[in-house]
Nanobody
Framework: QVQLVESGGGLVQAGGSLRLSCAAS????????MGWYRQAPGNPGKQREL??????????NYADSVKGRFTISRDNVKKTVYLQMNSLKPEDTAVYYC??????????????WGQGTQVTVSS
């Protein structure tokens, strides 16, 4: 069983910074993708939006809305992914979820989610 534990959310003023961390535990394939998704308030039926993702090989993908402001990184030894968020805007307010995805033993994709951490940016 894989568990993801997030930390680092909170309340910050517009223009401020926050750093999210997500530590994974359990049996994880060495080739995997770790990422951050978010779900804005008032849209419970809306699909979670990909914010940023990074593969175990270091390839990175960002949503256009966060390029130049957010930086994703990871420590493969610690099985931890980070999201440095700078120049935060009120529209970044959301619950941020950590995700890890990899191929399972039967050749199918498996993924796991963290419990979510609230990020609130005040104007």
């Amino acid at each position: 069983q894989v568990q993801l534990v997030e930390s680092g959310g909170g309340l910050v003023q517009a223009g401020g910074s926050l750093r999210l961390s997500c530590a994974a535990s359990g049996t994880i394939a060495s080739i995997n993708v770790m990422g951050w998704y978010r779900q804005a308030p008032g849209n419970p039926g809306k699909q979670r939006e990909l914010v940023a993702a990074i593969t175990s090989g270091g390839s990175i993908n960002y949503a256009d809305s966060v390029k130049g402001r957010f930086t994703i990184s990871r420590d493969n030894v610690k099985k931890t992914v980070y999201l440095q968020m700078n120049s935060l805007k009120p529209e970044d307010t959301a619950v941020y979820y950590c995700n890890i995805a990899f191929m399972g033993p039967w050749g199918t994709k498996v993924d796991y989610w963290g419990q979510g951490t609230q990020v609130t940016v005040s104007s």
